[in-house]
């Protein structure tokens, strides 16, 4: 069974930093693109970071210059270093796989980890 297990989430203060990490299971890691999703109260889920196969990566806009997406196939890990946080950062992160659909990624899995909770204070 595929499991997805997200963590290192955490309270901090305005231009702190986190690193998050999610563990994957070992058979589906290894050759598959890679995303960090993140869903604040009352918004819908967004896809912020992507790491493919390769080590190549794509960010949404927002967090550009701030988070970094790096993987460790060793380690069946995917991170999400994050710095310079935002208030608007806040919000519930989770991992999944993503394939690419035309312009855009989507996620393979239709069920969600329990995700890390990333709560950034002014």
């Known amino acids: 069974q595929v499991q997805l297990v997200e963590s290192g989430g955490g309270l901090v203060q305005a231009g702190g930093s986190l690193r998050l990490s999610c563990a994957a299971s070992g058979s589906i890691f290894r050759f598959n693109n890679m995303g960090w999703y993140r869903q604040a109260p009352g918004k819908q889920r967004e896809l912020v970071a992507v790491?493919?196969?390769?080590?190549?990566?794509d960010y949404v806009d927002s967090v550009k210059g701030r988070f970094t997406i790096s993987r460790d196939n060793a380690k069946n890990t995917v991170y999400l270093q994050m710095n310079s946080l935002k208030p608007e950062d806040t919000a519930v992160y989770y991992c999944?796989?993503?394939?690419?659909?035309?312009?855009?990624?989507?996620?393979?899995?239709?069920?969600w980890g329990q995700g890390t909770q990333v709560t950034v204070s002014s």
């Open positions: 790491i493919t196969g390769s080590s190549s990566t």
């Open positions: 999944n796989i993503v394939v690419r659909n035309g312009n855009t990624w989507s996620r393979v899995f239709d069920s």
